[in-house]
């Protein structure tokens, strides 16, 4: 299969799709922060980190900024690149739909179970979907996790799958659109790719995201991060200290679930699919949120009513706080091409709530209704 390296086939959780899992091969170059911070070498370690970073008059992250350097390298990024199983549909596919996970997530977020795809969903609405391990994430490279893997870095390689797709190096597909779909830290990249690079992605959804991350220091210690080598050491045991998981299943509840408005097989499917994210990226996270003033085309927010990350647990007050992000982030877009929408019952982890079809099926009309 072209572009891909180690390709094998598989079919999505409710066979809508058919998709090809593979490497790519990214080659990405941009500025990093120097960050001023060593390997924590225990968990006790760790933990103050954090609890100093948000304590009363920190001076953590500026203390942490040593400078600039540039970064660059070819990084082996996995994913699945999914196409409708539908004959009819597959033949006349146009859209490729780049799906970007959070923090403690991996690809699989967009394909849990059937009734819990989003890949089938967009499959069965007649859309190509890629869904990718971000670096540090998966079967993705892990590289230094305080240095290397940051958020500046993200956004460079997910410009540099849009090439791509564009290009036509990748599956050897004629796509004639390129959108982006993403969640949580996910829909932060999303920003930055289209604040710095926005002719790379024809329509744009943000999943799970909100403009603002005044909640950041409740969501990370709710989070509890812990180093995940030490947390499980049967999956993470060889990566350095300074990569870390969600703590435990009430860490993971309390932040992206609410109860009870989700089934507990998927939710305990989510657990036990928690994944890597880094120190790198918690100290840069938002260095890549600027506005992506030259960007014209479609933008549609989703985000759970709950959603405890950007919203605090509520979405809709005192107003509804999606309706924020167009003219803060995205002024150049017009209204009759914008729309957000509020998943009822829903938390953060949008595609694990027992609502996610509304969601799938708000994003892929609002696709349709804009010619994609």
């Not at 799709?17 to 941009?30: K, L, M």
């Not at 739909?97 to 997530?105: A, C, P």
Request: hydrophobic share 40%.
């Amino acid at each position: 299969m072209q572009g891909f390296r180690n390709a094998n086939l598989l079919n999505s959780a409710g066979k809508q799709a058919i998709c090809v899992n593979g490497d790519i091969s990214i080659s990405a170059s941009t500025t990093n922060a120097i960050l001023n911070l060593s390997s924590p070498t225990t968990q006790y370690n760790a933990t103050e980190i954090f609890q100093e970073l948000f304590q009363a008059g920190s001076t953590s992250i500026q203390r942490a900024l040593g400078g600039a350097r540039t970064v660059q390298g070819t990084y082996r990024i996995n994913g699945n690149l999914c196409v409708p199983a539908d004959p009819a549909k597959r033949s006349v596919v146009r859209t490729i739909e780049i799906l970007t996970h959070g923090v403690g997530l991996e690809k699989s977020y967009w394909d849990i179970a059937p009734g819990y795809s989003y890949v089938d969903d967009a499959a069965a609405a007649g859309y190509a979907t890629f869904a990718y391990d971000r670096l540090g994430v998966g079967q993705s490279d892990h590289p230094d996790p305080i240095q290397e893997v940051q958020a500046a870095l993200e956004v460079e390689i997910l410009h540099g799958l849009a090439q791509l797709f564009r290009a036509k190096k990748i599956g050897g597909h004629g796509f004639t659109s390129v959108v982006g779909v993403g969640h949580s830290f996910g829909s932060i990249l999303q920003v930055g790719a289209n604040s710095r690079y926005p002719k790379d992605f024809d329509g744009v959804v943000l999943t799970a995201f909100a403009n603002t991350l005044t909640n950041l220091p409740y969501t990370i210690l709710a989070n509890d991060p812990s180093i995940a080598a030490l947390n499980q050491p049967s999956r993470f045991g060889t990566l350095p200290y300074g990569y870390l998981v969600h703590n435990d299943a009430i860490a993971i509840q309390e932040v992206f679930f609410r109860y009870p408005y989700f089934d507990p097989a998927i939710f305990q499917n989510q657990v036990d699919r928690k994944d890597t994210y880094t120190f790198g990226e918690e100290f840069t996270i938002g260095a890549v949120l600027t506005a992506a003033t030259a960007y014209t085309g479609p933008l549609s927010v989703v985000t759970g009513v709950y959603d405890f990350p950007f919203c605090l647990g509520n979405c809709a007050y005192p107003d509804n706080q999606l309706a924020k992000v167009k003219p803060a982030l995205y002024p150049a877009v017009d209204s009759s091409k914008s729309d957000v929408y509020l998943v009822p019952e829903n938390g953060h982890y949008i595609n694990a709530h027992k609502s996610a079809g509304k969601a799938f099926a708000h994003i892929n009309g609002f696709l349709a209704k804009n010619g994609f």
